[in-house]
């Protein structure tokens, strides 16, 4: 039964990029059959406390003598990464929020990233997702091609890749759709068309990708 973890997170409702081609991903895996399962768990609207006290940050076996982390939160990380282990693959829409990704995105990384029991700690090779793919569906109100002054400005893409692949193993792909805001705030035509082009290409790229994952 291929399992879909679908994650978003944007704090727009009405015309989030971020959600539509997440929905894109999302109805296109539903379609390849009943089998194909979608869990969705909406950051943003769900907002995941924060981590009440750094030692959730370990196993309590890698956790100080006396440490005391609070039930409920322990019981809310267990499930959170029972959740991400249970998934076959995993899209995450990725909104850009002051160069970063959006705080209750973070929180649930805070959360799933746990040595030793999401990620490899010392001798202990433990990473359940490795070799599972992790789609991060990125929407920008501004531009960040590359050869511009703002290719390396987004911090999200970057620290999620980090931890998605560099501690979990995954395989990470990418979806980009920059320039969101371009129609609202009346730029000029050619920018708005590329707008449009890459919203075009973003959906495409969604339908394409669940089709080749499910
Ligand atoms: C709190 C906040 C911070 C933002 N910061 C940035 C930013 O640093 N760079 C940028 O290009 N756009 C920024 N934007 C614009 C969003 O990235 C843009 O609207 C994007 O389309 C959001 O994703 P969504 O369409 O899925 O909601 C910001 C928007 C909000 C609400």
Same mark, same amino acid.
């Given at each position: 039964m291929p399992s879909l973890l679908?994650?978003?997170?944007?704090?727009?409702?009405?015309?989030? @990029?971020? @959600?539509?081609?997440?929905?894109?991903?999302?109805?296109?895996?539903?379609?390849?059959?009943?089998?194909?399962?979608?869990?969705h768990r909406d950051l943003h609207r769900d907002q995941l406390p924060h981590l009440s006290n750094a030692d959730l940050h370990f196993p309590p076996a890698l956790r100080p003598a006396g440490s005391t982390v609070a039930p409920e939160q322990e019981a809310l990380q267990t499930e959170l990464i029972d959740e991400l282990i249970a998934a076959d693959v995993v899209v995450i829409g990725v909104p850009l929020y002051n160069y970063s990704m959006p705080s209750t995105l973070k929180a649930w990384v805070d959360y799933i990233h746990v040595p030793s029991v999401t990620a490899p700690f010392g001798d202990d090779p433990t990473q359940p997702m490795a070799g599972k793919t992790a789609v991060l569906v990125s929407a920008r109100g501004a531009t960040y091609d590359k050869?511009?002054?703002?290719?390396?400005?987004?911090?999200?893409?970057?620290?999620?890749?980090?931890?998605?692949?560099?501690?979990?193993?995954?395989?990470?792909?990418t979806i980009v759709d920059t320039r969101t805001l371009t129609e609202r705030f009346g730029g000029p035509a050619d920018e708005v068309a590329k707008q449009h082009a890459e919203l075009e290409a973003a959906h495409a790229a969604a339908a394409e990708a669940a089709r080749r994952l499910g």
């Open positions: 679908l994650l978003d997170s944007s704090a727009d409702l009405e015309t989030s @990029r971020s @959600r539509a081609v997440t929905a894109t991903f999302a109805d296109t895996w539903r379609s390849l059959g009943d089998d194909h399962t979608v869990v050869g511009t002054p703002t290719e390396f400005d987004d911090h999200a893409l970057p620290a999620l890749t980090l931890i998605l692949n560099g501690a979990l193993g995954m395989h990470v792909e």
